[in-house]
């Protein structure tokens, strides 16, 4: 016991390295680019938790970073690398957009039409993961390439819908199409950005995700499949038939995570509706090694960073990709030490 | 060189594979290690060949103390080890295999490396391609490209893992002459194995491990039933064989074509019968495995039908092969047969067909001990498969299939198992068969196959024999069909 005790302190010790050794690296390049680091620092702080409004902020990234990892905790655990994310969560802002726009001057409830809204986009998520899973299955194309097209298919989708058939009356711009009337809005809670609608859908996903995967017959096929898909196959398992649903399950909540940048943050189509969500849930994943218990805090530290960011540029005049700096870092330096620990562990 | 192993520890969490474990080899001495499946006897020689690093203990070589860290240092101090499955490269040619992990500059003179290779070859009576593919080779020819290599690089202690699970009758002889040169020349050769009679063949001295631990070193002329008793701590006795009246056809081949990108099967016209075993002899890659594989729907025919129970089987997969209680167990435990990662208990809900959403926890586990009762496996319900020996994956692989099949397949049952282990896997499969499965198994060991089966079918480059009776059958017939000849009587 005392020694299992020991270790534990060496592998938090060596996560904490890990995190020192990220900021560090992003000093140094702070310093290269002539911003005082200290600063630029405390200006992501007070970003994140400055004021109801900053955090609520934070709140309105999490949300769709949390459903996306959630989503592709599905797929890695059938040993897929669903990079075709980013187009299954365009998908899901174009379907939903699209249904909202059909039924925008109907006479239907705006609840009505935003549930159907939704649906729609977790409709076009599952369609767009499909077909890469049938890519995959049927074609032989790799589902990294078979994703990557993909996402390119879905961004030059959206822009053509942006500047083409669906554009704002007079002006075709960057800015998206026409905001959608107030009452297509989820409601918020007063004062902040955050809808209460967006908690209650991220914390049946989490949970969803957490139970599939734990205890469910779905989940186990699909990480026996992960592991070793010819052992599968030979237990029994239909090995095709799960990759695809893990695919659609994970397309499911790509979808609804763009749907929600839909109605619940943007209130229109924009080309930069993902805010790169699915690649960061992508790195989320590997940092928290795929375990669906860590997903909610660390995407929440995640969103923090992102958010955080944004008061550089206006402050500091620092780029605010900084954030993307500080997070790519982190996955970096987290694996990287625990590279090192597990050298460290078998050497002694 | 003189190697000598001092109190060797080794432990893979609670599992102690090694318990103070000191051994000395003598160069110019073929030295046997014998054990049942889990003795330690692999990690022992991974430890020396610097797979594994020891818990404590020394190793000196020629009595100076060294400290081996990575195969390449093992190879350094002229360490080489010959492991049970091939470390190679199966999709590059066999020279660029040959040349891998020698030091040297940054261009490879290939020419002057095929004259050594070749030389060498012809020294040993070896018969490879260099400008092959390694993928084409049998087992047997790759085992005699690792030992090219291993010689190249300057081993000069060769450590050999169960080397002749796997290869054919002739390759077998060539390689114990190679290895009697090899010591002659005053090279340190350790042979690792459970087969007593190879070990009595070939070494010199033979030490016995249990559970670890040394129990005796023995010199020749070797006592079989001693060796026996020290292996498992006890005699073992065989069991007596029981005649089966077969009942009804379980599955039938009619006309069957199978092929695949090498080998073509014509015309295969045979009935399985309730309760039986056919033994499918043959050197390895005759046909064998496609005649398994077609019976599981593993294998599409391309002509001809098949039927399980009379119902033909037309365009149907594995899936629904199993479904109509055909069961198979893969030989590449790890790869085909178990999933690593996932626990005892997994498996067992993995195929217990259960419909319902919620895995019951509790009840998995239930199961899984009762199985592992049954079976006699030596893990817990939440052990992952890849912490169990080789003998206790053979008997889960066992245990995870169903109790009520109609034919159960099996690509070498035992391969790799002390002979406890064997007959208790064979205790197993007979009374499954009396229960009414009927059992095809192919084996290259021939006794195996003259001990357990009611009919044989012999392969040789894609054909089959008529279906044998075993008790008219006896060894020389069986290896002088498996080697081509009297094919004429069989039709």
Redesign the interface.
């Known amino acids: 016991m005392q020694s299992k005790e020991h270790s534990r302190w060496i592998n938090i010790g060596f996560q904490v390295l890990g995190i020192i050794a990220a900021l560090g690296f992003t000093t140094i390049i702070l310093l290269i680019t002539g911003a005082p680091p200290l600063q630029a620092f405390q200006q992501m702080i007070f970003g994140i938790a400055g004021s109801m409004n900053n955090f609520s902020n934070v709140l309105v990234a999490w949300i769709p970073l949390l459903i996306v990892t959630a989503g592709l905790l599905v797929t890695f655990a059938a040993g897929l690398w669903n990079i075709g994310i980013e187009g299954q969560i365009i998908l899901g802002a174009i379907f939903c957009t699209g249904v909202l726009r059909a039924l925008e001057h109907s006479t239907w409830s705006a609840g009505i039409i935003i549930f159907l809204g939704i649906l729609a986009g977790i409709l076009g998520g599952a369609l767009w993961a499909l077909l890469v899973g049938l890519l995959k299955t049927f074609g032989g194309v790799n589902e990294i390439f078979g994703g990557l097209g993909m996402d390119f298919i879905a961004s030059v989708m959206i822009l053509w819908l942006i500047y083409g058939p669906w554009r704002r009356p007079g002006v075709a711009s960057l800015s998206g199409t026409a905001i959608f009337p107030e009452r297509l809005s989820l409601p918020t809670f007063s004062g902040v950005q955050i809808s209460p609608w967006s908690l209650v859908f991220g914390v049946i996903t989490i949970v969803l995700i957490y139970?599939l995967l734990r205890?469910?017959?779905?989940g186990?096929?699909m990480?026996?499949i992960g592991?070793?898909i010819?052992?599968?196959?030979?237990?029994?398992?239909?090995t095709w038939q799960y990759m695809l649903l893990s695919f659609v399950v994970c397309g499911i909540f790509a979808g609804l995570a763009g749907a929600l940048q839909v109605v619940g943050v943007y209130h229109r189509l924009l080309p930069s509706i993902t805010n790169g969500y699915g690649f960061l849930g992508l790195l989320v994943a590997m940092l928290i090694n795929f375990q669906a218990i860590w997903v909610a805090p660390i995407a929440l530290f995640y969103a923090a960073i992102n958010v955080g960011g944004i008061q550089l540029p206006i402050v500091l005049k620092v780029d605010s990709n900084l954030s993307g700096v500080i997070q790519g870092m982190l996955v970096f330096f987290v694996l990287l030490t625990d590279g090192f620990r597990q050298h460290f562990l078998k050497?002694r | 060189m003189k190697v000598e192993l001092r109190d060797i520890h080794k432990s893979f969490g609670t599992v102690y594979a090694n318990k103070g474990l000191n051994l000395t080899f003598d160069s110019g001495k073929i030295q046997g290690i014998l054990g049942e499946n889990g003795a330690g006897k692999s990690t022992l020689m991974k430890i020396l060949s610097g797979f594994y690093q020891a818990d404590r203990g020394e190793i000196f070589l020629n009595d100076q103390k060294v400290v081996i860290l990575t195969p390449a240092d093992a190879m350094t101090y002229g360490i080489g080890m010959l492991h049970q499955d091939p470390l190679d490269f199966p999709p590059m040619q066999v020279l660029d295999n040959f040349m891998m992990g020698a030091k040297g500059g940054i261009f490879l003179d290939r020419s002057q490396v095929k004259r050594i290779f070749l030389r060498q070859s012809k020294e040993f009576g070896f018969d490879i391609d260099p400008d092959n593919y390694v993928d084409t080779l049998t087992v047997g020819e790759r085992q005699q490209l690792e030992i090219l290599r291993l010689l190249w690089l300057g081993a000069d202690v060769l450590i050999l893992d169960e080397p002749t699970t796997g290869i054919s009758a002739p390759q077998k002889k060539i390689l114990f002459s190679t290895l009697k040169i090899l010591a002659s020349e005053g090279k340190t050769v350790i042979f690792v194995s459970h087969k007593l009679e190879e070990v009595g063949e070939l070494c010199d001295r033979v030490a016995v491990l249990r559970a670890g631990e040394l129990v005796g070193e023995v010199d020749p002329p070797f006592d079989n039933e001693k060796l026996i008793s020290l292996m498992f701590g006890k005699p073992v006795l065989k069991d007596q064989r029981k005649k089966i009246t077969p009942g009804q056809t379980v599955l039938e081949m009619h006309d069957v074509n199978l092929e695949d990108y090498r080998l073509q099967i014509r015309h295969i016209n045979f009935k399985v019968f309730e309760g039986e075993v056919i033994g499918l002899a043959g050197m390895e890659g005759s046909g064998q495995v496609l005649f398994l594989h077609a019976c599981a729907g593993l294998l599409r025919p391309v002509g001809g039908e098949i039927y399980l129970k009379n119902e033909a089987m037309v365009n149907k997969t594995y899936i629904d092969y199993r479904q109509k209680g055909v069961g198979y167990l893969p030989a590449a435990r790890m790869e085909e047969g178990l999933v690593p990662g996932l626990t005892l208990s997994e498996h067992f809900s993995l195929v217990d067909g259960n419909r319902s959403l919620f895995i019951d926890e509790r009840q998995a586990v239930n199961t899984c001990n009762q199985r592992i009762k049954e079976y006699d496996i030596r893990g817990r319900a939440s052990t992952k498969v890849e912490m169990l020996s080789g003998g206790n994956q053979q008997r889960a692989i066992l245990a995870l299939l169903y109790d009520s099949l109609s034919s159960l397949l099996l690509e070498h049952p035992t391969r790799g198992l002390d002979v406890g282990s064997s007959i208790d896997i064979w205790r197993k499969l007979k009374s499954r068969c009396a229960h009414g499965t009927a059992v095809i198994f192919i084996s290259s060991d021939l006794e195996e196959i003259l001990t357990y089966s009611d009919r044989i079918l012999v392969f040789f480059s894609g054909q089959i024999s008529k279906p044998l009776d075993v008790t008219t059958t006896t060894v020389e017939e069986l290896g002088e069909l498996i080697g081509g000849k009297n094919w004429e009587s069989t039709r």
């Open positions: 139970f205890g469910t017959y779905i186990l096929k990480k026996a592991k070793n010819r052992a599968a196959f030979m237990l029994g398992v239909p050497n």
